[in-house]
Nanobody
Framework: QVRLVESGGGLVQAGDSLRLSCAAS????????MGWFRQAPGKEREFVAS????????NYADSVKGRFTISRDNAKNTVYLQINSLKPEDTAVYYC?????????????????WGQGTQVTVSS
């Protein structure tokens, strides 16, 4: 059974940094790409970042480029999202997701397993 468990969210102030983690189990982690999405209240879930199975290819949403960094440690079956210079508009539930492919994808519908999410709240 595939399981994705996010952690690292919290209540922070604008300008702070956070590192989100997503621990994966139940499948061969290193074979598949991973992604991070977020969903703010009243809005649709949106793509944030994705990383290929080897970590050699990464994609970011335009709104987070330069502030967010996705990475993975295949030895630890974990994908990370480093978030710097947090803004109030980054407030959302952040989800990690597994793709059934090895290459990166930005499309929400192309991910087949999701975590339960971790809340990030940024105060101004």
């Amino acid at each position: 059974q595939v399981r994705l468990v996010e952690s690292g969210g919290g209540l922070v102030q604008a300008g702070d940094s956070l590192r989100l983690s997503c621990a994966a189990s139940g499948y061969t982690f290193s074979v598949f790409s991973m992604g991070w999405f977020r969903q703010a209240p009243g809005k649709e879930r949106e793509f944030v970042a994705s990383i290929s199975r080897s970590g050699g290819s990464r994609n970011y949403a335009d709104s987070v480029k330069g502030r967010f960094t996705i990475s993975r440690d295949n030895a630890k079956n974990t994908v990370y999202l480093q978030i710097n210079s947090l803004k109030p508009e980054d407030t959302a539930v952040y989800y990690c997701a597994k793709s059934p492919k090895g290459l990166t994808t930005t499309a929400r519908t192309e991910y087949d397993w999701w975590g339960q999410g971790t809340q990030v709240t940024v105060s101004s």
